[in-house]
């Protein structure tokens, strides 16, 4: 392969960016479920709702930390790979991607204070109030780095005049009509996910033999909670979809392979390409496109053909975002099957099969993510700045990001092995039921 | 004050800011390994742990806040430093994230390995030496632009140059210094008179390299870049203050006497070397490419920026004093009671 930096560029923030947000994920959402368990345990007076909140955050320090830094590696290679884009977004976007700073300064501050109080006041509320920064800042930082992502799937806020950008309203530049549905997916999926790896840690102790009361509440709790945010995600999941249909119609043509303007357009689901574009071997549902995007089964969808060739994005993300969707088929199946056993009379929630059904939904939840976000950057290639700035004039010129790919894939790997062995291990020697007994005596 | 001016000194200030905690942090982790083979370890280990453990988060945050910042209100950095640094910058994000990671895994995770240990103490000279690269940058004549508006970093030229030697010797040094020096008040405040005794001596070892040190930076200026030599000659009584400040806070420590204050004296040291190099390098961000007028954001932005930073600090203030109170201050924490 010749050196391309812009290739390289895009291998690189991709690599980083795809480990990233699983421990960004779990940041965001784990102390919202940190702070509900010890929120009950201090209603009921239940040092086992308690216990979960403790050791739940425990685990999350160290996810934290892996955040933390790859975090700032993403935030200085944004500088270090992309030297021109950054330029350009300096003038117009800096203001939230400053906010998230104080967003992260804010979370970080009363972290360090929960971890290290949770025996030092009278009253046990006081230390409750203090994780609601922590969450507080968790959502706010997904909730501004989002708004900058909206504004490259969809800038305004100024006026592109001769190929300089001016007239900026960094306020304006905010509210991209991206920004609502993508906000509120991200934010929405990450407590789902979050949710999800928590129950799933549960079921897999308990399938371990440790069927302790504890496991049932950490269980139930979290599977509660999961069914909740599935509703939620998957309603705002069809937004977003309704979002593409208007804002970035060649988008959502890309990727239900929707090549001419039609009404009652069907939803394509799998299936290959020829060259010339025919769609073969594919489950069709006839106005499935329409209804997605409008609603309406004889609604007019805008097909690829409204836009040149070389502004289309790479056809297979046709495929990343029908994984996408039976990703969300199964979890939807199993947390609804879930809750049906939960409030089913004869119904039986400690079925080996169902849980090991939400032991593997964990992974699915973050493959689900994973998927989402790269069908949603390499839906919008080539752009950067979508309709401003190519993707290949924002890379930097250097030399040598090879040997930076190599880099900092060696550094994931390491923080992956090790992250991993530090939480196993960690558990693995103090369960829940001897901290328990450890307690009461 | 004008927005650039009040931009760069905000910027500066967490810089600053991050220069001090950080200072702490690398240094600490040199004490540790040092005191490792020293056999000493068993004495300090606690207090440098106690003082850490809720504030290395923070510690980050003021780095990611500056360099976010300064593409905020000086986007062309973005430019030139971002193509210029693609090496020693993703070199330094290694090693801090090495540093981060472990450093959460060590306190709150498994015991502690030996080879983990010298990664943690070198890496807390390894890294303020590879940012101070940025500042010897900043003076300019290491960086070209060619023809086909490639920035260039001259490494060779770089490495070379007893300019840019110099300042990685400050950096080392103050970092050992300033670190020495918050330990001997913080083990006095915990009245743990073993560790007090061992990081005491650390600071005092490490006062004289400092101080050549600056004054050997300050003529390799003259050296390197006369222009900004000249400006710093014009301000010469902050740099003697500086100095003042250095002997009153060594003399301190000398004589066991208020470490509290002798402390506020090593910062007030490096506030006014730090400012008075700042102040003397504007306009220039970065010498002669980018300066805080010609380049700086456009009038919209900065004042939303400088909207936002006033925001942020009716929140941050008082969230750091509640840290201080919690744990720097708080005699039975940092007692370990």
Known sequence: ??????????????????????????????????????????????????????????????????????????????????????????????????????????????????????????????????????????????????????????????????????????????????????????????????????????????????????????????????????????????????????????????????????????????????????????????????????????????????????????????????????????????????????????????????????????????????????????????????????????????????????????????????STRVLVKMFRNNKAEDELALYEN | MSYEVLGITVLWTFLFGYLIIASIDFGAGFFIYYSTISGTRHLIHNIIDRYLSPVWEITNVFFVFFFVGIVGFFPDTAFYLGTALLIPGSIGIVLLAIRGAYYAFNHYGTTTKSWYTLLYGASGLLIPAALSTVLTISEGGYIEVNANGQVILLTKKLFTSSYSWSVVILALVSVLYISAMFLTYYADKAKDVAAYRVVRNYGLVWSLPTILSSLFVFFAIYNHNREHFDKMLDIAWVFVLSLICFIVAVTLVWRNKHLGWSFIFVMLQYGFAFYGYGAAHLPYVLYPYVSIYENFT????????????????????????????????????????
């Open chain 1, 1 to 418: 392969m010749n050196y391309d930096p812009v290739v390289l560029s895009r291998m690189l923030t991709s690599l980083t960016l795809g480990f990233h947000i699983i421990f960004a994920t779990i940041g965001v959402g784990v102390p919202l479920f940190i702070g509900l368990a010890e929120w009950i345990g201090i209603r009921k007076n239940d040092f086992e709702y308690i216990l979960m909140a403790r050791r739940w955050a425990r685990g999350y320090v160290i996810t934290v930390a892996v955040g933390v830094v790859t975090g700032t590696a993403i935030g200085l290679q944004l500088s270090l790979l992309w030297p021109s884009f950054m330029q350009v977004a300096g003038q117009s976007i800096a203001l939230p991607l400053f906010m998230e700073t104080f967003a992260f300064f804010f979370e970080a501050i009363f972290l360090g204070i929960y971890l290290y109080t949770w025996d030092r006041f009278k009253k046990k509320t006081t230390h409750l109030w203090l994780l609601i920064p922590v969450v507080l800042g968790s959502s706010a930082s997904a909730l501004f780095i989002t708004i900058v992502n909206s504004f490259m799937n969809y800038p305004v806020g100024f006026t592109y005049l001769d190929g300089q950008i001016v007239g900026i309203n960094p306020y304006k530049a905010m509210l991209s009509p991206a920004m609502p549905s993508k906000v509120a997916h991200v934010l929405s999926s990450a407590y789902l996910t979050s949710a999800l790896i928590l129950a799933a840690i549960a079921a897999l102790a308990y399938l371990k033999g440790q069927k302790h009361r504890y496991h049932r509440k950490a269980l139930k709790l979290t599977m509660i909670c999961s069914f909740v945010f599935m509703l939620s995600t998957a309603l705002i999941g069809d937004l977003s979809g309704k979002y593409l249909a208007i804002y970035q119609p060649e988008k959502l043509a890309a990727t239900e392979w929707h090549f001419e303007t039609t009404t009652q357009a069907p939803y394509v689901f799998g299936g290959t390409l020829d060259e010339n574009y025919n769609i073969k071997n594919a489950i069709t549902i006839p106005y499935g496109l329409s209804i997605l995007a409008f609603n309406n089964p004889n609604a007019e969808v805008i097909g690829l053909d409204q836009f040149p060739e070389e502004d289309w994005a790479p056809l297979w993300i046709h495929y990343l975002f029908d994984m996408k969707m039976s990703y969300v088929a199964i979890l939807t199946a199993i947390t609804t099957l879930f809750v049906v056993q939960l409030v089913r009379k004869k119904g039986n929630i400690y079925g080996k099969w169902l849980l090991w059904c939400v032991v593997i939904s964990a992974p699915i939840a973050i493959l689900t993510i994973e998927h989402g976000w790269i069908f949603s950057e390499v839906g919008r290639q080539p752009w950067i700045l979508r309709g401003i700035m190519r993707t290949a004039t924002g890379a930097t010129k250097s030399d040598h990001v090879d040997l930076m790919l190599l880099l900092f894939f060696l550094l994931y790997l390491v923080l992956g092995i090790a």
């Open chain 2, 298 to 337: 456009n009038e919209n932005m900065a004042m939303a920026l400088v909207g936002v930073f006033i925001l942020g600090l009716i929140l941050l203030i008082p969230s750091l004093y509640l840290v201080m109170r919690l744990f720097l201050f708080n005699t039975s924490y940092v007692k370990g009671e």
